[in-house]
């Protein structure tokens, strides 16, 4: 069945490849970002879209209005936008921490709030919150990011309870290791902020490694992979509650699961050496 489809971080890697999975599936999708030039793209495959600053209650507010006064319904959001800061813990203030934790996680929950009494009035709907690996597991230089994507992760969970009664499916998406541009500004936050205090040899190693290890030629998945995921999760007639998707996701995520923390620990603390 046709659906009306809200995406937002459109306008790049996971959030554009699961705007164009989506509409040449048939459905009604809207793209949301703050570069609204970067999703001409969607507008001439057949999709709309919109602007929106996660960081603005209004421009969510907005969003989610014009899709019910253009469609009458909204059926699927898709909670993507995002943003990752790395550096160590000591070493990031914390009104950057904060504004981490307003992207990732206020802004979707702001989002669902202003979807769910449209959807309970159909009856259906799906809230679809794209996570990561880094919603169970965590690495060093990267707790306000990998923070966020726990709080995300739990707040579905409990959210997905309320919601089942009134036929309305809450899915967490786990992307592994995926070629897109997110990552870039990797190196410079490790170096800009860590680099020069008591953790920069190890802000500098991890730098140097994000450097030829990150970004769109990496080793890792295409964004089709996790957008195919997604589409399969709003297609579904009782979706999984979490999809692990992408080079490495099921393999970390079983470590994390089975090893006991301090080996996980040394396992993982190699990429900063």
């Known amino acids: ?38 999703m001409d793209d969607i507008r ?5 879209v919109l602007a929106l600053d996660a960081r603005r209650p209004e421009d969510l507010e907005r969003a989610v ?13 898709v909670n993507n936008a995002g943003t990752v800061l790395h550096g160590a813990a000591e070493d990031i203030p914390i009104d950057l921490a904060r504004d981490q934790f307003e992207v990732n ?17 159909q009856g259906s709907g799906t809230i679809v919150n794209v996570s990561s690996i880094g919603g169970e597991i965590a690495l060093p230089l990267g707790c306000w990011y990998y923070a966020t994507k726990h709080a995300l992760e739990a707040y579905s969970d409990s959210l997905r309870m309320e919601v089942e009664p009134f036929g309305i499916d809450v899915v967490i998406i786990q992307p592994g290791i995926i070629k897109t541009g997110f990552e870039d500004h990797t190196a410079r936050d490790l170096r ?35 957008a195919t995921a997604i589409r399969q999760a709003v297609e579904a ?9 992408g080079w490495m996701a099921d393999k970390l ?4 699961r089975t090893l006991p923390d301090r080996e996980f620990d040394k396992l993982v603390t190699n990429v900063a050496k």
């Open 65 to 77: 209005g014009a899709v019910v006064a253009e469609q009458g319904r909204i059926d699927v959001l």
């Open 44 to 48: 001439d495959a057949g999709g709309h």
């Open 105 to 121: 996680v206020f802004a979707p929950a702001r989002l669902a709030q202003l979807v769910l009494p449209h959807m309970r009035a």
């Open 192 to 226: 800009e902020i860590s680099g020069a205090t008591a953790y920069g040899d190890m802000a500098e190693a991890m730098a140097r490694r994000a450097e030829t290890q990150l970004g769109e030629n990496t080793q890792g998945s295409d964004p089709g992979v996790v």
């Open 237 to 245: 007639g009782r979706p999984e509650t979490r999809y692990a998707v």
């Open 1 to 38: 069945m046709k659906k009306v489809i809200l995406i937002t971080g459109a306008s790049a890697g996971i959030g554009k490849a699961t705007a164009f999975e989506l509409v040449r599936a048939g459905h009604t999708v809207y793209g949301a970002a703050r570069r609204v030039h970067r």
């Open 253 to 256: 995520l079983e470590l994390n």
